[in-house]
């Protein structure tokens, strides 16, 4: 385009010259060897430019002529590097495809009619070509010798390391992605295995730094970013709490600022302030992550932030935290807590109850059995609420990659994978789905009309002394006790509307091995009623 436009500036430009030179007429004398010759401007201007163009197309007949060999080599050179590229790309697609044998006779192919050490993918078309034939070994060594050449050095390094995962060899694995990430940080592999290494062995500050490089690269969004930094600030807290109190302080308030919402960070950081009698500003760390998600380890450390505090003093703290966040379990749960220990045994009972309302869990049904046995002491109410935990969904717990921990840690104990760790329900039980519709009492009960029974089979007779004298009476009238009649809507609008309301029977609940005595079934049975079965 910019050719274009030079020529036809150049073509208008000489117009202009000629169209100037036809409004001025004139004469050119040229005197040479004696002749005088004498011609006008226009001619004289034409004859000029005729004999330039012409020196001009004799030079690049010359030109031409001259380089001619080269061109034509260059020719067939172009030709050759041109099928030997499709080749490559055809080997390339092959691979892709896992079709190996097509991708061996492409790899040759473009060898051939490409020299390598100008076209680095012919390797990796190698490499790719050994992999598929099952040549690991030989797959290897073209990687290896691909660390030499600093273009295709990275891509040897993932070659090896994706071997090394393969054998699984995580050390090997995690070598070779540690080198790739010291020339390139911005790789995503390189920079998530070498964190995995990093924090594998406690470098909390070469993790940090690693992160650093990944934000400064936009490898990771700002916020991905100050998550991980204040996942291992709290880690660098937490393993120099005992040796590094201040340097611990430091990190736990950096990695609380990052995230206020993040329990643990909350934690270590009021933990290390409630170490230095800075009670006050732990707990108002405290109390801004409980306003963001309640946490049992954050109810627990702002319960007894000061350890010379009464009971009375505990509980009001739990009742505090229980007005920032209300109907919640996690604050009824915490209360219920400080009441027991103070032995508030209605407020206890009380806010478990609630818990339970809102949220049925295990952790509530054990919380108000040890309440029962420590008010009342009986064993049958204790094991009846043991029974329910049991069926009970399960308390959140920290869960990664299906291990259930009681406190956080950075990284998973079985991938490695820094900030696995949720804040969740484990998996169900089984027995939790079997069982767990004795905890439904709204549920509709469906009536089953009973068999008939056989004329030959003859009924069992239940002995009843208290009712003796009414079966004399009703001996001539049909026994119709054999046959269950189902509750029926002509049934209940047969009932009077200003009959007594009898409280429905509560279903009784599955219960362990010696449940104990219930006192108040104790006291409705009747000692004259017997009964065969």
């Keep these: 385009m910019i050719r274009l436009l030079a020529f036809l500036i150049v073509v208008f430009a000489l117009g202009l010259g000629f169209?100037?030179?036809?409004?001025?007429?004139?004469?050119?004398?040229?005197?040479?060897?004696?002749y005088q010759y004498q011609v006008s401007l226009m001619v004289a201007a034409v004859a000029v430019v005729t004999v330039v163009a012409a020196v001009m197309i004799l030079w690049w007949l010359v030109k031409s002529l001259w380089n001619s060999p080269y061109t034509i080599s260059?020719?067939?050179?172009?030709?050759?590097?041109?099928?030997g590229y499709q080749a490559l790309s055809t080997g390339m697609i092959a691979a892709g495809a896992g079709d190996g044998a097509l991708a061996r006779k492409k790899t040759k192919e473009a060898a051939k009619l490409i020299r390598s050490d100008q076209e680095p993918?012919?390797?990796?078309?190698?490499?790719?070509?050994?992999?598929?034939?099952?040549?690991?070994?030989?797959?290897?060594?073209?990687?290896?010798s691909m660390l030499d050449d600093p273009e295709m050095r990275l891509l040897g390094l993932r070659g090896l390391y994706l071997e090394a995962e393969r054998l699984g060899d995580r050390n090997a694995a995690r070598h070779y992605a540690g080198r790739a990430a010291a020339v390139a940080p911005q790789l995503a592999w390189a920079a998530e295995s070498t964190l995995e290494e990093l924090t594998a062995r406690g470098d909390w500050d070469g993790a940090l730094k690693l992160v650093d490089a990944q934000k400064s690269t936009r490898q990771i969004e700002r916020d991905a970013a100050n998550r991980r930094r204040a996942v291992l600030l709290t880690a660098k807290?937490?393993?120099?709490?005992?040796?590094?109190?201040?340097?611990?302080?430091?990190?736990?308030?950096?990695?609380?600022?990052?995230?206020?919402?993040?329990?643990?960070?909350?934690?270590?950081?009021?933990?290390?302030?409630f170490k230095q009698n800075d009670v006050r500003k732990g707990s108002k760390i405290l109390e801004t992550a409980w306003k963001a998600e309640p946490h049992p380890e954050i109810a627990e450390l702002y319960t007894h932030a000061r350890p010379g505090d009464a009971v009375l003093d505990r509980l009001n703290r739990a009742k505090k935290l229980q007005e920032m966040k209300k109907n919640h379990a996690?604050?009824?749960?915490?209360?219920?807590?400080?009441?027991?220990?103070?032995q508030d045994f209605p407020t206890a009972r009380r806010e478990a109850e609630a818990a339970i309302r809102m949220d049925r869990r295990e952790g509530a049904y054990l919380l108000l059995a040890d309440i029962e046995e420590a008010e009342t002491g009986d064993q049958g109410k204790v094991r009846q609420l043991l029974s329910k935990a049991v069926r009970a969904p399960r308390d959140p717990a920290w869960v990664a990659d299906g291990v259930v921990s009681e406190r956080w840690a950075p990284v998973s104990p079985?991938?490695?994978?820094?900030?696995?760790?949720?804040?969740?329900?484990?998996?169900e039980r089984l027995g939790q789905l079997i069982d767990s519709r004795d905890e439904a009492p709204d549920a509709a009960v469906v009536a089953i009309e009973a068999p008939i029974r056989p004329v030959s089979e003859k009924p069992i007779d239940v002995v009843d002394h208290a009712v003796q004298g009414s079966e004399a009476a009703g001996k001539g009238t049909d026994r119709s006790e054999d046959h269950v009649t189902p509750v029926t809507a002509a049934a209940f609008a047969a009932v009077p509307t200003d009959a007594e309301a009898v409280e429905p029977a509560e279903e009784l609940a599955r219960l362990p091995d010696d449940p104990g005595v219930d006192p108040d079934e104790e006291a409705e049975k009747s000692p004259r009623r017997f009964r065969l079965f």
Excluded: C
């Design 414 to 427: 079985v991938s490695g994978r820094l900030d696995a760790f949720e804040w969740r329900a484990p998996m």
């Design 19 to 34: 169209a100037w030179l036809a409004d001025r007429p004139g004469d050119m004398v040229v005197t040479f060897n004696g």
């Design 74 to 83: 260059r020719y067939f050179r172009v030709r050759r590097r041109d099928r």
């Design 330 to 342: 996690e604050s009824s749960m915490t209360v219920a807590r400080a009441a027991l220990d103070a």
């Design 121 to 144: 993918l012919i390797h990796l078309l190698e490499a790719q070509a050994s992999l598929l034939e099952g040549d690991h070994e030989g797959a290897r060594q073209k990687f290896e």
């Design 237 to 273: 807290a937490q393993a120099l709490a005992g040796s590094d109190p201040a340097t611990a302080r430091t990190a736990a308030l950096e990695a609380n600022k990052l995230r206020p919402d993040f329990a643990p960070a909350a934690v270590a950081a009021a933990a290390a302030l």
